[in-house]
């Protein structure tokens, strides 16, 4: 049994790493079509990154973070009230989405019964849910906005539920994902010794999945922010002249920002636009390099 796992093993390995001994000659050709395709797609890539580098290269300056958007003056225009506004987004959609996802990825993973129908109904929603569009969770914002009274348009409170409704299932699927990789022994050992199912949950269960938690909770938030669809539906401004002040605050966000000048005809405004997509970027690989960083330093060995 042992030589026929081995076998298995080495063959799955050199089939995904391109080392299988088979040389026939369609599968040269088709893994010489997923190198190219691989290839062309992280060329265009950074061909699109380095053309909107050098097309904002003029606009790499303080002003691009610290001026608000000008039409008046555009060589000057800045980005300040989108930065903040995408901050403050980011910090109330992770207050609303982060507890939620994980408190409901527990009960699914630890206390759910996963015979029954209603577990199975989740399951395969929430399955459907991460595949649905951005822009429709933008009117199911809108409508529970509606629905409990808020009559306002284009504040805090609003994008952040769009975008928190939009990363809710990814953490979710990430939490359970995380928790199930703990092993059955260390939940054992705990109920052994006494413990209640929810004294193990808390006290060994989630701290152990922490590390897996805290890589998509980034990686979901790291979505959101480069959202723009949800926004729109929402009815965040292209351009705001004052920074937040509260949860109620009218605010806009850089991607709406960068949306509404490249819709302009003047080069001085596409100028801006390109240093702001790069700066966006920033943001995003930064939060993914924090992502990695978190999964390879907490990464645990079972």
Do not use: C
């Not at 129908?117 to 459907?128: D, K, S």
């Not at 595949?131 to 409170?157: C, D, H």
């Not at 193990?200 to 980034?218: D, E, H, K, M, Y």
């Amino acid at each position: 049994m042992s030589i026929a796992t081995t076998t298995a093993r080495q063959v799955t390995r050199d089939v995904a790493t391109g080392r299988s001994k088979d040389k026939a000659p369609v599968s040269l050709v088709f893994l010489l079509l997923l190198w190219f395709s691989m290839f062309f797609g992280v060329l265009v890539l950074v061909a699109l990154i380095v053309n909107t580098a050098i097309d904002g290269s003029t606009r790499f300056d303080s002003e691009l973070l610290t001026n608000y958007a000008s039409i008046v003056r555009p060589e000057t225009s800045g980005f300040r009230a989108g930065i903040l506004g995408s901050l403050w987004l980011m910090i109330f959609t992770a207050a609303m989405a982060v507890p939620l996802g994980i408190a409901a990825a527990l009960y699914l993973e630890e206390f759910a019964d996963p015979s029954t129908r209603w577990h199975r109904f989740v399951e395969v929603n929430l399955q459907n849910l991460a595949a649905v569009p951005a822009i429709v969770y933008g009117l199911l914002a809108v409508a529970i906005m509606a629905l409990i009274g808020f009559q306002e348009s284009g504040i805090v409170l609003g994008g952040a539920l769009a975008l928190a409704l939009l990363i809710l299932p990814v953490i979710i699927i990430t939490t359970r994902e995380a928790v199930r990789a703990v092993p059955r022994d260390i939940r054992e050992g705990s109920l052994a010794l006494g413990a209640t199912v929810w004294q193990t949950t808390w006290r060994q269960t989630l701290p152990s999945a922490v590390p897996g938690i805290a890589t998509g909770t980034i990686l979901g938030i790291s979505r959101a922010i480069g959202e723009a669809a949800p926004l729109v539906i929402v009815g965040l401004a292209g351009s705001v002249l004052f920074d937040p002040t509260g949860v109620m605050s009218r605010i806009t966000a850089l991607p709406m920002q960068i949306y509404s000048l490249t819709s302009n005809s003047r080069e001085e405004l596409q100028q801006a636009a390109s240093a702001a997509i790069i700066v966006l970027l920033v943001m995003v690989l930064g939060l993914n390099a924090l992502a990695i960083f978190i999964r390879n330093k907490f990464q645990r060995s079972w």
